[in-house]
């Protein structure tokens, strides 16, 4: 699975962005899809994820209300609109989509990334 993201720059607080995420390769046993972030000197964490079927969406407490993540399967694409943006949300963010196997005993995830996007946020 190659990940591609587009669509970060530089925004005053307050303002809006979308990023995309193309992907492209074996997409068909992807689980789930989502978008993390780092910050500088921060680990990265999760900003929100969908999971594929059901289209199930979970969202970091900081960023409930403000963003939404969404996918368009017929373009194998994942975006993450970003409104209301702060001075906290600048980082890089990284798509990623996850493949899960299932065993009898024991659950294998397989993890992609793609090359990440800056996104800054000016006060």
């Known amino acids: 699975v190659q990940l591609v993201e587009s669509g970060g720059g530089l925004v005053q607080a307050g303002g809006s962005l979308r990023l995309s995420c193309a992907a492209s390769?074996?997409?068909?046993?992807?689980?789930?899809l989502g978008w993390y972030r780092q910050a500088p000197g921060k680990q990265r964490e999760l900003v929100a994820t969908?999971?594929?079927?059901?289209?199930?969406?979970n969202y970091a407490d900081s960023v409930k209300g403000r963003f939404t993540i969404s996918r368009d399967n017929a373009k194998n694409t994942m975006y993450l609109q970003m409104n209301s943006l702060k001075p906290e949300d600048t980082a890089v963010y990284y798509c990623?989509?996850?493949?899960?196997?299932?065993?009898?005993?024991?659950?294998?995830?397989?993890?992609?990334w793609g090359q990440g996007t800056q996104v800054t946020v000016s006060s």
């Open positions: 990623n989509a996850r493949k899960t196997r299932y065993y009898i005993d024991s659950v294998e995830e397989d993890d992609y």
């Open positions: 969908i999971t594929s079927g059901e289209e199930i969406t």
């Open positions: 390769g074996s997409t068909f046993t992807i689980n789930a």
